[in-house]
């Protein structure tokens, strides 16, 4: 079956520091490869997406990149803030995300002064 | 232009009783899904709703219904609550199609068995 791995939590980083969340997947097929982030009392929203090897989603600072060969999807961003303290959760889906979306357990981040 | 709505926000039931959640989808959107997400975990998939039918259904049993209306709104219903069942559950509604299909995601429904 499908699924996701990542990395556990809580991240604790200084504010400006590097990021990296990593994230594997298991998937039969050619799946879409998505980063959501959850905020305290909010639901979830689409950080950046990727729909085939070697593409490379962005958004807000933060980068993955689709690496057939490792199965992987790791988000990046170079110099944290506070405000990006949530829940990062990585996710596959078969489709182009619209429908059933695969979520891995989700990694805390807290960034701190 | 409003988001995805859900209610309630909070819900305490207790073992064995019913429970019936409430999801508005962004306006122009005609596809639901539904998620329960447990403390610590991430969401899994229930089912989605397209033309007031299920189209596609995660690994719940048949304690899980559900229901879409003409309006694309759509209700969640749980019988024989189980303390496992105690979770948020999320609604969300489906823009675009193929590559460019994008999910938007309400605030959820906070539901605890006793």
């Known amino acids: 079956g499908n699924s996701v791995t990542q990395m556990e939590g809580p991240v604790t980083l200084s504010e400006e520091a590097f990021l990296t969340i990593n994230c594997t997947y298991t998937?039969?097929?050619?799946?879409?490869l998505f980063w959501y982030v959850q905020y305290p009392g909010e639901g979830l929203q689409l950080l950046l997406k990727?729909?085939?090897?070697?593409d490379k989603g962005s958004n807000k600072g933060f980068e993955a990149t689709y690496r057939k060969e490792t199965t992987s999807f790791h988000l990046e961003k170079g110099s944290v803030q506070v405000s990006d303290s949530a829940v990062y959760f990585c996710?596959?889906?078969?489709?182009?995300?619209?429908?059933?979306?695969?979520f891995g357990t989700g990694t805390q981040l807290k960034v701190e002064l | 232009d409003a988001g995805v709505t859900q209610s309630p926000t909070h819900l305490i039931k207790t073992r064995g009783q019913q429970v019936t959640l409430r999801c508005s989808p962004k306006?122009?959107?005609?596809?639901v899904s539904w998620y329960q997400q447990a403390l610590g975990q991430g969401p899994q998939f229930i089912f989605q709703?397209?033309?007031?039918?299920?189209?596609q259904r995660g690994n719940f049993p048949d304690r899980f219904s559900g229901h879409q209306f003409p309006n694309y709104s759509s209700e969640l219903n749980v019988n024989a609550l189980l303390l496992g069942d105690s979770a948020l559950y999320l609604c969300?509604?489906?823009?675009?199609?193929?590559?460019?299909?994008?999910?938007?995601f309400g605030s959820g429904t906070q539901l605890s068995v006793l």
């Open positions: 969300a509604s489906r823009y675009g199609t193929g590559k460019n299909e994008k999910l938007f």
């Open positions: 998937a039969t097929g050619y799946p879409s």
């Open positions: 990727a729909t085939k090897a070697d």
């Open positions: 996710a596959l889906s078969l489709t182009g995300g619209g429908n059933k979306l695969t």
């Open positions: 306006s122009g959107h005609d596809t």
């Open positions: 709703y397209y033309e007031e039918e299920e189209r």
